[in-house]
C-alpha cells in the first residue's frame, strides 16, 4: 500500500498542477494582444462589440461615427461598435473605480488628450504601447510638431492620433464688417460694444483663456518646457487681470456664461452676441453649411497667436475588447475615414495624415477635396498656430477662473 502511494504520488501532484493552472490560468493580456501579428488582431476582433467612450456634445460628429463609421466596421470587421457619452475628469474617475474594485473595463477606447491623457498615464491607466503597430499608422504626419507631442507630451504609442484643429473666433460680417485682429483690439471692441461678447465654460472657454495667457505673457515660449510656477503666475495673472478690465462690456455683464460651445453657438446665431468660438478652424464652415450659423459666419486668427493641438484614440489597460479597438483605431485613420471627416458637409476635422506619403488614388482624393472659399488659408493657419503646453497650466487657469472670475459674479 505504502509504494502504491508513492507510485500514485507523481500522478497526483500532475494532476493538480493541471487542475491549478486550469483555475488560475489568465486570458491573454490587453499587452499581449498588443504586441501579437495584424491578422491575429483582426481576427480576435472580428464578431465583437467595441464601446467607445467619448464626447457626444456635437450632432455632426455623432453622425460621422454613428452613421458613418459604425456601419462600415460592422460591414468589413463584424465589429459592433457600441458609443457612449464621457469626457475629461468623469472618464478617469470612472476607471480609477473599476480599477479600485478589480472590475474588467466598461470602455475598450477612449476619446482623449492634453490634461485626460496626462491624468490617464499618470494612474496607469492606459494599455501600450499599440498605437505605433497599426498598419495605418504609416501614414501619420510625424513631422507635425502638434501631433507629435499632447500639450507637450509624448504619446509615446499609447494614444492614436486621429484629428487636428486649430481654434479660432466665429464673427458674423453682417454685424461685425471690420473685427479686431488681436487680443489688444478685442478688449477694445468689448467696451465699445458692451453686451455683445462672452464665452463658454468649458473646453473650449477655458482654451480662449490660454490663447490670452499666450498673449498677454510673452508668447508660448514663456510656458514651454514644462509647467511653472511662477510663469504661470505672472500669466494666470495677467488673463484675470484682462477679463476683469473688460468684464463690464461682457454678455450679461459677466455675470454668468454659456455652459458649452453648443449653447455659445445659439447666442451667436439668434443675434444676441457677435462673436461665437470653436476648437476646430472649420466648424464655422459646417455649421454654415447646416444651417446652425448664419450664413455671413466667418472664422477668425488673432495674430498673437490661436492654438492648435491634436486629438488621440487611447485603450484602458482593463478594455474587455482590446483587440478590437485596435481594429476601430486602425480603421479611423485610413485614408478614407481620413478624408470623410475632412468634408465641411461632414465634420471639417482635419487630417493627421501626410498626404504625401499615400498611395493613389488617394493623394489625389484629397487634393481634389473643394475648399470652401471662406476657409481660412493653409498659410495662415501654419503663421499664426501656436502648439499647447505641460496640461497643468489649462487645469490650474481653469480652477482659478471659476474660483476668481464665476464664483464672484457682479451684483
Given at each position: 500500500?505504502?509504494?502504491?502511494?508513492?507510485?500514485?504520488?507523481?500522478?497526483?501532484?500532475?494532476?493538480?498542477?493541471?487542475?491549478?493552472?486550469d483555475?488560475?490560468?489568465?486570458?491573454?493580456?490587453?499587452?499581449?494582444?498588443?504586441?501579437?501579428?495584424?491578422?491575429?488582431?483582426?481576427?480576435?476582433?472580428?464578431?465583437?462589440?467595441?464601446?467607445w467612450?467619448?464626447?457626444r456634445?456635437?450632432?455632426?460628429?455623432?453622425?460621422?461615427?454613428?452613421?458613418?463609421?459604425?456601419?462600415?466596421?460592422?460591414?468589413?470587421?463584424?465589429?459592433?461598435?457600441?458609443?457612449?457619452?464621457?469626457?475629461?475628469p468623469?472618464?478617469?474617475?470612472?476607471?480609477?473605480t473599476?480599477?479600485?474594485?478589480?472590475?474588467?473595463?466598461?470602455?475598450?477606447?477612449?476619446?482623449?488628450?492634453?490634461?485626460?491623457?496626462?491624468?490617464l498615464?499618470?494612474?496607469d491607466?492606459?494599455?501600450g504601447?499599440?498605437?505605433?503597430?497599426?498598419?495605418?499608422?504609416?501614414?501619420?504626419?510625424?513631422?507635425?510638431?502638434?501631433?507629435?507631442?499632447?500639450?507637450?507630451?509624448?504619446?509615446?504609442?499609447?494614444?492614436?492620433?486621429?484629428?487636428?484643429?486649430e481654434?479660432?473666433?466665429?464673427?458674423?460680417?453682417?454685424?461685425?464688417?471690420?473685427?479686431?485682429?488681436?487680443?489688444?483690439?478685442?478688449?477694445?471692441?468689448?467696451?465699445?460694444?458692451?453686451?455683445?461678447?462672452?464665452?463658454?465654460?468649458?473646453?473650449?472657454?477655458?482654451?480662449?483663456?490660454?490663447?490670452?495667457?499666450?498673449?498677454?505673457?510673452?508668447?508660448?515660449?514663456?510656458?514651454?518646457?514644462?509647467?511653472?510656477?511662477?510663469?504661470?503666475?505672472?500669466?494666470?495673472?495677467?488673463?484675470?487681470?484682462?477679463?476683469?478690465?473688460?468684464?463690464?462690456?461682457?454678455?450679461?455683464?459677466?455675470?454668468?456664461?454659456?455652459?458649452?460651445?453648443?449653447?455659445?453657438?445659439?447666442l451667436?446665431?439668434?443675434?444676441?452676441?457677435?462673436?461665437?468660438?470653436?476648437?476646430?478652424?472649420?466648424?464655422?464652415?459646417?455649421?454654415?453649411?447646416?444651417?446652425?450659423?448664419p450664413?455671413?459666419?466667418?472664422?477668425?486668427?488673432?495674430?498673437?497667436?490661436?492654438?492648435?493641438?491634436?486629438?488621440?484614440l487611447?485603450?484602458?489597460?482593463?478594455?474587455?475588447?482590446?483587440?478590437?479597438?485596435?481594429?476601430?483605431?486602425?480603421?479611423?485613420?485610413?485614408?478614407?475615414?481620413?478624408?470623410?471627416?475632412?468634408?465641411?458637409?461632414?465634420?471639417?476635422?482635419?487630417?493627421?495624415?501626410?498626404?504625401?506619403?499615400?498611395?493613389?488614388?488617394?493623394?489625389?482624393?484629397?487634393?481634389?477635396?473643394a475648399?470652401?472659399?471662406?476657409?481660412?488659408?493653409?498659410?495662415?493657419?501654419?503663421?499664426?498656430?501656436?502648439?499647447?503646453?505641460?496640461?497643468?497650466?489649462?487645469?490650474?487657469?481653469?480652477?482659478?477662473?471659476?474660483?476668481?472670475?464665476?464664483a464672484?459674479?457682479?451684483?
Open positions: 500500500m505504502r509504494g502504491w502511494r508513492w507510485l500514485q504520488l507523481p500522478a497526483l501532484l500532475c494532476g493538480a498542477l493541471v487542475m491549478a493552472c483555475r488560475v490560468a489568465p486570458e491573454p493580456t490587453s499587452r499581449a494582444i498588443a504586441a501579437q501579428p495584424w491578422d491575429s488582431v483582426l481576427a480576435q476582433a472580428r464578431g465583437s462589440t467595441v464601446t467612450r467619448m464626447w456634445g456635437d450632432p455632426s460628429i455623432n453622425a460621422f461615427i454613428d452613421q458613418w463609421v459604425a456601419p462600415r466596421l460592422l460591414e468589413r470587421f463584424g465589429i459592433t461598435l457600441e458609443v457612449v457619452p464621457g469626457q475629461g468623469g472618464m478617469v474617475n470612472l476607471l480609477v473599476e480599477r479600485e474594485a478589480g472590475a474588467r473595463g466598461s470602455s475598450d477606447l477612449l476619446w482623449i488628450n492634453g490634461a485626460t491623457f496626462a491624468s498615464r499618470r494612474e491607466l492606459l494599455l504601447p499599440w498605437a505605433d503597430r497599426l498598419p495605418n499608422a504609416r501614414y501619420i504626419d510625424t513631422a507635425s510638431v502638434i501631433i507629435a507631442r499632447d500639450f507637450e507630451q509624448d504619446p509615446g504609442g499609447y494614444e492614436s492620433p486621429w484629428g487636428q484643429v481654434y479660432a473666433l466665429i464673427y458674423d460680417s453682417a454685424r461685425v464688417p471690420d473685427p479686431p485682429r488681436s487680443v489688444a483690439e478685442l478688449g477694445a471692441w468689448i467696451d465699445a460694444h458692451p453686451g455683445r461678447f462672452t464665452h463658454d465654460q468649458s473646453f473650449s472657454g477655458m482654451t480662449f483663456l490660454k490663447i490670452l495667457m499666450y498673449a498677454l505673457g510673452g508668447g508660448v515660449e514663456r510656458f514651454q518646457g514644462g509647467f511653472d510656477s511662477t510663469a504661470y503666475a505672472a500669466g494666470r495673472d495677467s488673463v484675470l487681470g484682462w477679463v476683469t478690465r473688460h468684464r463690464a462690456g461682457f454678455w450679461r455683464l459677466g455675470a454668468t456664461y454659456p455652459a458649452g460651445v453648443a449653447e455659445l453657438h445659439r451667436f446665431a439668434n443675434g444676441e452676441i457677435d462673436f461665437s468660438m470653436s476648437n476646430n478652424e472649420n466648424e464655422v464652415i459646417s455649421k454654415v453649411r447646416q444651417g446652425i450659423l450664413a455671413t459666419a466667418r472664422p477668425l486668427l488673432l495674430r498673437d497667436g490661436m492654438l492648435a493641438n491634436a486629438h488621440y487611447g485603450i484602458p489597460v482593463n478594455a474587455r475588447n482590446p483587440a478590437g479597438a485596435m481594429v476601430v483605431a486602425d480603421f479611423l485613420l485610413s485614408p478614407e475615414a481620413q478624408l470623410e471627416k475632412l468634408r465641411p458637409e461632414v465634420w471639417a476635422d482635419g487630417s493627421v495624415l501626410d498626404v504625401s506619403r499615400l498611395p493613389e488614388p488617394w493623394r489625389g482624393r484629397f487634393a481634389a477635396q475648399r470652401d472659399p471662406h476657409a481660412l488659408s493653409p498659410d495662415s493657419l501654419r503663421r499664426y498656430a501656436r502648439p499647447e503646453v505641460d496640461p497643468e497650466y489649462h487645469e490650474r487657469l481653469t480652477d482659478d477662473w471659476r474660483r476668481t472670475i464665476r464672484n459674479t457682479p451684483r
